[in-house]
């Protein structure tokens, strides 16, 4: 049987597998455009996209992926070698067989951020297969396959989600296991898919970010089937735990944020991964709180509303809100330094200011003006330049972003909605229809700014989704490849030095291009 047959079953059968159509690579799950946090899915609704499995069928298969593309020209410029992790500085094992972070490893984090978002509606066809994982040999196939592309394409940083939904994409202590990866909620590992990941990623020199949603949690259905081992689960079964420390919006269930319990779970999940994995930072985005419903964390408001008198409720209820998320960020921030001092911790916000700091309650203000809440921060500026709403334009958003950071200790990235290609058809993204070019300049604008740390591109699935219908994303990677594979020239394969605690600089020394090239 040729490969490419064996690619047609492949996606007929991943067709058959599914329900529900996500178009991935055509809008994002989530509403994050209104900063109002409002997307909730149920888990049964998220599937893969047809076209995220084709683009795995082709992988699989070792077809090319190009679609029409074959008369682009191959870009056989030589490059400079990114920085390779030696295998013996790879993942340890402890007694038990659980991987472990090797306590001589360095992270590894680059100058200027060429990154690029992995997330689980992308990534879910590649972990599972049917209702279990998918053969480890397959999998490590493909992941091998992924981070070479990658790494081929000119980026350097990916951000891997590990944790969307209260639940985790390795063995863990705190979390079950995620269907996602393992095809069912209450099945167990196979293997453990994180540390081949983390792994490959580093064989090609891409430094590894481990993504986790801290507060958006499953649907009620999903943890009642989960272990009883897991916190969650017990909370969610125990009448008065689920009062005081979950709470549902939409179809899905999140922590309480100001609950110091949920906060210390959060911590520990975190500390679990820097613990166990050589990972290189961690990264959250904007799910905190879901809706401004002050019946939302009531029970817990009551509790401590006193402590919060502004003399008009809404004004109190804001400021606690706000405050006991900047608590759960500055744990989760002492806790990725507190294992590693050379790992760092990013947040990626809304791109709306004003939504964040009266919809999501998130601060980030501080988080941008104070040194001990993130090492990073990017925003989802994920709007072009035409956009109708002057405040949204990716020029006027991205200064608005610069003015904000003032700390030199956070560096300032910024996220590009590559996904908003598939949406030109939407009345506030016309520009993507009339123009082939907007990633180009949005990268151009970027690389100008007079404070600029790098670029992260939502979403894998759309940049190497090889579906006929999107051809726009084909055009424009034409024009954008270039630009991108130049961002931020020899920083961008310059690895930044770390400081001690007492302030010392590291032994370890910052990898060039040029020394890089001389290694090979």
């Keep these: 049987m040729t490969r490419k047959i064996k690619a047609i079953i492949a996606l007929l059968l991943t067709f058959a597998c599914m329900f529900t159509y996500v178009a991935c690579g055509e809008d994002k799950p989530d509403d994050k455009d209104d900063a109002t946090q409002a997307g909730a899915q149920s888990n049964e609704e998220l599937k893969g996209s047809e076209e995220v499995s084709e683009f795995i069928s082709q992988l699989v298969s070792g077809e090319d992926s190009s679609d029409d593309d074959s008369s682009e020209e191959v870009d056989t ?284 309650y998130a601060d980030v203000n501080t988080w941008c003006s104070v040194t001990g809440y993130c090492d990073y921060i990017v925003p989802q500026v994920y709007w072009g330049f035409e956009h109708p709403s002057t405040a949204s334009k990716f020029d006027i958003c991205c200064e608005a972003w610069r003015n904000l950071c003032t700390s030199d200790d956070v560096r300032l990235i910024i996220g590009i909605g590559i996904y908003r290609i598939n949406a030109k058809n939407q009345s506030d993204f016309k520009e993507y229809a009339e123009h082939d070019d907007v990633t180009k300049r949005q990268l151009e604008y970027i690389a100008a700014m007079e404070k600029n740390d790098g670029f992260v591109f939502y979403t894998y699935s759309t940049m190497f989704n090889s579906s006929g219908t999107l051809q726009g994303i084909q055009k424009e990677r034409k024009n954008f490849l270039p630009t991108l594979k130049a961002f931020g020239g020899d920083k961008a394969y310059t690895v930044v030095a770390f400081q001690e605690a007492e302030g010392e600089e590291s032994a370890a020394e910052s990898t060039d291009a040029s020394s890089a090239e001389a290694s090979e």
């Excluded at 393992?182 to 540390?195: I, S």
């Excluded at 943890?223 to 008065?240: F, S, V």
């Excluded at 979950?246 to 991964?273: A, C, K």
């Excluded at 904007?286 to 002050?294: G, I, R, V």
């Design 77 to 360: 410029t030589p490059k400079p070698s990114l920085h390779c992790i030696p295998a013996d500085t790879f993942s340890d094992t402890d007694a038990d067989g659980k991987a472990q972070r090797d306590s001589e490893y360095v992270s590894i984090n680059y100058d200027s951020m060429r990154g690029i978002w992995l997330d689980q509606f992308s990534m879910n066809s590649i972990y599972a297969a049917g209702s279990k994982q998918k053969p480890e040999e397959n999998f490590t196939r493909i992941i091998d396959k992924i981070c070479k592309g990658i790494a081929d394409a000119g980026f350097n940083t990916i951000i891997v989600q590990v944790r969307p939904n209260g639940d985790s994409f390795y063995p863990s202590e705190y979390y079950a296991p995620s269907y996602y990866v393992v095809g069912k909620y209450g099945n167990e590992f196979e293997y453990d898919m994180l540390k081949i990941f983390v792994e490959t990623a580093h064989v090609y020199g891409l430094s590894f970010h481990a993504w986790v949603n801290p507060m958006r949690l499953m649907a009620g259905i999903n943890l009642n089937n989960c272990g009883e081992q897991y916190p969650l689960t017990q909370w969610y079964k125990d009448e008065a735990k689920r009062a005081s420390n979950l709470s549902q919006s939409g179809d899905l269930m999140y922590l309480i944020p100001g609950v110091e319990e949920n906060q210390q779970l959060v911590w520990d999940g975190v500390t679990e991964i820097c613990t166990n994995y050589n990972v290189d930072a961690v990264h959250i985005d904007d799910y905190f709180y879901p809706t401004m419903d002050a019946n939302f964390d009531r029970v817990h408001w009551e509790t401590v509303k006193d402590n919060y008198d502004y003399g008009i409720e809404e004004l109190s209820r804001r400021a606690y809100r706000l405050e006991q998320v900047n608590k759960l960020v500055k744990g989760m921030y002492d806790a990725v330094h507190a294992v590693d001092s050379t790992l760092w911790f990013g947040i990626s916000p809304a791109g709306n200011i004003h939504n964040n700091l009266n919809a999501l």
